[in-house]
């Protein structure tokens, strides 16, 4: 995750809130700081370390996840996802897995690719759940996403659906629904982004092998996609909505200009260049997408945000 100085404390709290409430625990959490953050953000984090001391007992060995570096021998895998009683995890030396915060403050801001470089170089654990600062995760979410790659080892990634709300949570005013298997999403990668962003859950060898994110500004995604696909890895998405999105039609009308459309024509070119896709579909792209994001007026845009690209 990544906070920024004009994130609001008490919606990043419900975001964290969201991650300890889950049927599954993560084993860490990273947070990164995009530049100088109020006094007011940093407190939420240290409240967040104050409130996993008191969280049960995670189940880190019911997949593959190896404890941090130097904490002992991983204890025997268990098929269950509950139960966090005293008997579990067999006892290994003196090594107790909880969840662990790991808080890394930048001097300057570079923007959510380099925050989120930074934080999955930085974590310690095979798997990486990527979170935003205002969105709430459902509960089930990291147990429904993990089961995937204990079914196919060969994933790379695991989305899910997003709904997003404007204002409370329960003003739900779209649905975003995407393909669920690999040809399918890769498939419709060549037009638009066939992943939600805010809910994936990488293989951090995968991501790395892939080049890592990278600065590319309101695009770091959809780059990232395409550079996995490059390296041929293996996308799923569940049907299941997971995360609840903080929205609104101000945020929608912002997915436009000329400087948003230029960073989408410089990931459509990168495709290009890259065999992922043929010249002719990159004129097309780019002149649909001109039509949408430059042209069109923002209530117009929103309107076809909300009734042709969502349920």
């Keep these: 995750m990544s906070i920024y ?8 709290r419900v975001a964290l809130d969201s991650l300890l409430q889950q049927t599954l625990l993560p084993n860490e959490i990273v947070i990164v700081a ?11 984090v240290e409240r967040l370390k104050v409130k996993v001391q008191s969280l049960p007992l995670p189940l ?3 997949y593959p996840l190896p404890l941090p570096e130097g904490k002992g ?6 098929p269950s996802l509950k139960g966090r009683g005293e008997d579990y ?5 003196n090594q107790k897995p909880e969840t662990i915060v790991t808080y890394l403050p930048q001097e300057k801001n570079g923007g959510l690719g380099e ?21 709430i995760c459902l509960p089930d979410r990291f147990e429904k996403q993990m ?3 204990e079914e196919d080892p060969e994933l790379s990634l695991v989305g899910g659906m997003i709904t997003e709300f404007d204002g409370e949570p329960e003003n739900i005013i779209a649905k975003r629904i995407l393909p669920l298997e690999d040809a399918e999403i890769k498939k419709m990668m060549r037009g638009r982004c066939a992943v939600n962003h805010v809910t994936v859950i990488f293989k951090k060898a995968d991501l790395m092998k892939s080049g890592n994110y990278q600065p590319f500004w309101k695009q770091e995604d959809h780059y990232l996609w395409a550079r996995m696909m490059e390296h041929g890895c293996k996308f799923r998405n569940i049907p299941d909505v997971v995360v609840n999105v903080r929205s609104g039609k101000d945020q929608i009308a912002r997915r436009g200009g000329l400087r948003f459309f230029k960073s989408v024509v410089r990931v459509f070119w990168y495709m290009y260049r890259h065999g992922l896709i043929s010249f002719g579909y990159f004129l097309y792209i780019c002149t649909v997408r001109g039509i949408v994001q430059v042209l069109m007026p923002n209530r117009l ?5 909300l009734h042709l690209l969502r349920k």
């Design 5 to 12: 100085k004009s994130d609001q404390p008490e919606l990043v």
């Design 34 to 44: 995009d530049g100088p953050v109020p006094a007011e953000l940093e407190r939420e």
């Design 60 to 62: 880190p060995e019911a």
């Design 73 to 78: 021998e991983k204890p025997t895998p268990s």
């Design 89 to 93: 995890p067999p006892e290994t030396g």
């Design 115 to 135: 925050a989120m470089r930074i934080a999955a170089e930085a974590a310690k654990y095979d798997y990486l759940a990527r979170m935003d600062s205002d969105d």
């Design 147 to 149: 089961k995937c790659f």
């Design 301 to 305: 845009r929103t309107w076809v945000y």
